[in-house]
């Protein structure tokens, strides 16, 4: 969820997927937390599979058992809503993404490539990345990318 008011970036966010904003310099001015890493934390003792699920099931909001996440969500997943607001200048670059992409964000190569919007590159980029590490860049990864005007 994400709204501009002149410079003003209204968002909301759940869990791992977030905002990051960048400066005209690419530094990282701005990012979300991550709120799953203490839902996540409850579950230590689990084993991964079994804290999979119960994170799944706390986070859940689709009564058919598949997708979790969103803002159309259960009363449950409520409690992980953030929301906030962040004044953007003419020359940042927003970035909203979802669990799979946060980790592009490190590489500075990457924030350049969304600022000349070349797909091509990205593509090349995030199939080398996944080539490398297939768990940590695999294919669960989806951003939008703005620059205010």
Same mark, same amino acid.
């Given at each position: ?31 979300? #937390? ?11 003792? &689990?084993?991964? &599979? #079994? ?5 799944? &099931? ?58 000349? #919007? ?16 297939? #768990? ?12 205010? &005007?």
């Amino acid at each position: 969820m994400t709204f501009i008011f002149d410079s003003t970036l209204i968002y909301g966010y759940l869990s791992d997927c977030g905002l990051a904003v960048f400066s005209k310099t690419n530094n990282l001015k701005f990012q979300t #937390e991550n709120t799953l890493k203490n839902l996540i934390h409850r579950y230590a003792q &689990k084993i991964p &599979k #079994e804290r999979r699920m119960l994170v799944r &099931k706390e986070l859940r909001n689709n009564p058919n058992g598949k997708g979790y996440g969103t803002f159309t969500g259960e009363q449950n997943a409520g409690l992980y809503y953030k929301t906030g607001a962040i004044n953007l200048a003419q020359s940042d670059l927003a970035v909203l993404y979802s669990d799979g992409f946060v980790d592009y964000l490190q590489f500075s190569q990457v924030i350049e490539i969304l600022r000349k #919007e070349d797909r091509a590159a990205l593509d090349a980029f995030s199939a080398q990345k996944a080539k490398e590490n297939p #768990e940590v860049f695999g294919t669960d990864r989806t951003f939008i990318a703005f620059s205010p &005007k």
